[in-house]
Nanobody, 119 residues
């Protein structure tokens, strides 16, 4: 049974930094892509950043230049360095892993980690 576990969230002041970590346990898969998503109260979940097995990255416009995604394939882990944080970054952050490009390929979500940025 595959489980993704996030850590590193918390409360930070405007302009501060946090580093989120997500690691997989019990995995029999190699993830072709890992990503971070976030969801604020009353809002839909949105993609924040993604990284594929070749190291190609994708970022939401709202976080470009402030957030950096990276991964350690040997650990089946993905990380998100968040700098210059703003109150609008406040949300629950989820990590996600995809095992293939096909719709029927298994994918997995973490349970989420709260990030709160104060004014």
């Amino acid at each position: 049974q595959v489980q993704l576990r996030e850590s590193g969230g918390g409360l930070v002041q405007f302009g501060g930094s946090l580093r989120l970590s997500c690691t997989a346990s019990g995995s029999m898969y190699t993830f072709i892509e890992m990503s971070w998503h976030r969801q604020a109260p009353g809002e839909q979940r949105e993609l924040v950043a993604a990284i594929n097995s070749r190291g190609r990255t994708t970022y939401a416009d709202s976080v470009k230049g402030r957030f950096t995604i990276s991964r350690d394939s040997a650990k089946n882990g993905v990380y998100l360095q968040m700098n210059s944080l703003k109150p609008e970054d406040t949300a629950v952050y989820y990590c996600h892993g995809r095992t293939g490009v096909a719709i029927e390929s298994p994918s997995f979500w973490g349970q989420g980690s709260q990030v709160t940025v104060s004014s």
